[in-house]
């Protein structure tokens, strides 16, 4: 697990959120923070905001009230395209759905966009690109297409994409709710050693027990409000909130009960004993 260790200013800091679409009203005065090195999970039940916030911090989202701030950049205070994406030079995102480009290759997935963004040479953006696919255990599929790859091999792909750009902060957006349950553990394995690597990340995500061994901080949300936030073994073993009690009742088993068998290979704190799709 990435340190606790945090500096006075947070890399992300979301103040009184507030967005709606239309009479729906969707987050209800969000307070967040990030801070370097972290890994971050936001839980809650489906429709609660979650992946909402994720596109607030991006800029995809503009909220009607509040403050959104990454680095020393002002998100909410950004009007023009152009600074929209300097900021997501900055920010990566790896969505549910993997969104590669079907028509390249594997390789040409990861080049293009250093390439055209970043202004990298052909031969700096490619040694790259293969530097992230052995990264992800996808080397061997450089010349591949999309179409040729399992769903964990793709939301892989799309993963080493979103390093290909440098990010200081990168966003998985339930990465795992679309993949065949035999494919979540490779890619979860991607991003657990990102994390004890030290990158700083944010994850909406609905698998509870790898949220609870990798985060630093959890944050449960519903109906457009943080209802409780603390370190993982705050909200998961000792949660403060009934709701929270209840919604952890139901996704993993009543908190503080749950014992740990260290042979179970089903048990995320083994998840290197689960096997990479080739």
Do not use: W
């Not at 480009?101 to 790259?128: C, D, M, T, W, Y």
């Not at 993993?252 to 998840?271: F, K, M, T």
């Amino acid at each position: 697990m990435p340190s606790t260790e945090t500096v006075a200013e947070p890399l992300v800091s979301l103040r009184d959120l507030h967005l709606s679409f239309g009479s729906n009203a969707v987050l209800k005065g969000i307070d967040l923070d990030v801070h370097r090195g972290q890994a971050v999970s936001i839980i809650g039940p489906s429709g609660s905001g979650k992946s909402t916030i994720l596109r607030c911090i991006t800029g995809l989202l503009q909220p009607q009230r509040g403050t959104i701030r990454v680095g020393a950049t002002e998100v909410h205070t950004l009007a023009q395209e152009a600074q929209r994406i300097e900021l997501r030079k900055r920010v990566g995102f790896v969505f549910q759905q993997y969104n590669l480009f079907p028509h390249l290759s594997v390789l040409e997935n990861l080049v293009i966009a250093p390439r055209k963004v970043l202004g990298q040479s052909r031969i700096e953006a490619e040694k790259q690109a293969r530097a992230l696919l052995a990264k992800v255990r996808m080397e061997h599929k450089a010349n591949a297409f999309p179409g040729q790859l399992s769903g964990g091999q793709q939301q892989r792909v799309a993963i080493a994409r979103a390093l290909a750009m440098r990010p200081e902060l990168i966003l998985f957006d339930e990465v795992t709710s679309a993949l065949d349950p035999e494919t979540v553990g490779e890619v979860l394995t991607v991003i657990r050693e990102l994390t004890e690597e030290g990158m700083t990340c944010v994850l909406v995500t609905h698998e509870m027990r790898f949220a609870e061994e990798i985060s630093d901080i959890v944050y449960f949300t519903e109906n457009g409000v943080i209802v409780e936030h603390g370190s993982a073994a705050q909200i998961f073993q000792h949660p403060t909130s009934e709701r929270t009690q209840a919604f952890l009742r139901h996704a993993v088993g009543d908190p503080g009960r749950r014992l740990a068998i260290s042979n179970d290979p089903y048990l995320l704190s083994n998840l290197g004993r689960y096997s990479l799709s080739v």
